[in-house]
């Protein structure tokens, strides 16, 4: 039992922490030609479908990079340029050239404050919902623990942004073994399959999986989750639509998912506000310590002092995470 609810802790903490990693992996790899053009029109592209257009062009290097691609490509008959930045590479046709500004006199000012603009923009997308401010002030005033936890970590939830089935797997990855080793385990499965797809992984089949690691039960599960997505088993396009329970449901139904898992998938991937995962130890042990002096908290007693956290269940969960590990 200890051991179980050790690795749960761990798990928790390192739901949250690759969560915080991978939204400053989405805004360090902001790649500005397809982003750059509704910035600078003031239309900035909603995340989930920018994200599509990133290509890992380091932020901190943004700008390098858009000048070296843009002074060579607006020479005469030039239709395109290729930028470079982190390893990676991005191709800019004609239309992505004609989202950043000409390099004149001025040009390179301006191409410093168009990296700037579409850096911000998709920083503030990646990194707070819509709700959270509104959250956090409901919540400083109806709550005596979050009205001091809230100004003392600040208002700023880095979400996970990861496809769905990457997040899933990853988190059957993950079970049951510490943060670092399931970053090492993941790094190996990566590598084996560099496309991160589910016909990918089916193709790769049990034997090759398994050489990267993986327990013959974890194998098994990783299969099943990618044979439910190729099959059309679950109904992915509308989880942003149905109800919390509805996606618990369907999610539950796929071997070596559980409802803890599913909830924290609510949290870090489609950023549901609401979301009380009372399977969490990490939750359960920081509402002991913040409401109940470290003595021990049923279930029962967790759900009535995050009675007082509705709407926000998600946003008060997190401050408790973090009151146990600020990082």
């Known amino acids: 039992m200890a051991t179980a609810t050790k690795a749960q802790t761990k798990r928790s903490a390192s739901m949250t922490s690759t969560a915080g990693a991978a939204g400053q992996r989405a805004v360090r790899g902001a790649a500005a030609p397809k982003i750059a053009k509704d910035v600078l029109d003031g239309k900035a592209t909603p995340l989930k479908k920018a994200k599509a257009a990133l290509d890992g062009a380091a932020a901190p290097t943004l700008k390098r990079a858009l000048k070296r691609a843009v002074k060579p490509a607006q020479k005469p008959g030039a239709k395109s340029a290729?930028?470079?930045?982190?390893?990676?590479?991005?191709?800019?046709?004609?239309?992505?050239?004609?989202?950043?500004?000409?390099?004149?006199?001025?040009?390179?000012?301006?191409?410093?404050?168009?990296?700037?603009?579409?850096?911000?923009?998709?920083?503030?997308?990646?990194?707070?919902?819509?709700?959270?401010?509104?959250?956090?002030?409901?919540?400083?005033?109806?709550?005596?623990?979050?009205?001091?936890?809230?100004?003392?970590?600040?208002?700023?939830?880095?979400?996970?942004?990861?496809?769905?089935?990457?997040?899933?797997?990853?988190?059957?990855?993950?079970?049951?073994?510490?943060?670092?080793?399931?970053?090492?385990?993941?790094?190996?499965?990566e590598d084996a399959c560099p496309k991160l797809v589910p016909q990918q992984f089916l193709k790769l089949g049990h034997e090759k999986l398994a050489a990267c690691g993986l327990s013959k039960r974890k194998t098994e599960y990783i299969l099943d989750l990618a044979q439910h997505f190729v099959s059309g088993a679950l109904h992915v396009g509308k989880w942003t639509s149905m109800d919390d329970e509805e996606v618990i449901a369907e999610l539950t139904q796929i071997r070596g998912i559980g409802r803890w898992t599913a909830e924290m998938f609510l949290i870090f991937n489609l950023a549901r506000p609401n979301v009380l995962p009372l399977d969490d130890l990490g939750l359960i042990r920081a509402i002991s310590v913040n409401y109940f002096s470290g003595e021990p908290v049923t279930r029962s007693e967790a759900r009535e002092v995050a009675a007082n956290w509705e709407p926000w269940r998600t946003v008060a969960t997190w401050y408790m995470w973090r009151s146990l590990e600020p990082a």
């Not at 911000?120 to 936890?149: G, T």
């Not at 003392?152 to 939830?157: A, I, N, R, T």
Request: hydrophobic content about 45%.
């Open 82 to 189: 290729r930028m470079k930045a982190n390893g990676a590479t991005v191709t800019l046709d004609a239309e992505a050239l004609h989202a950043v500004p000409a390099v004149q006199p001025d040009g390179a000012a301006a191409l410093d404050g168009a990296a700037e603009r579409v850096s911000d923009a998709f920083a503030l997308d990646v990194q707070r919902p819509d709700y959270w401010d509104r959250a956090c002030a409901d919540l400083v005033k109806r709550d005596r623990i979050l009205k001091k936890l809230i100004p003392k970590f600040g208002p700023v939830h880095l979400l996970s942004q990861d496809d769905p089935f990457v997040t899933l797997a990853r988190s059957v990855v993950g079970q049951q073994i510490s943060t670092a080793a399931a970053q090492a385990l993941w790094q190996r499965v």
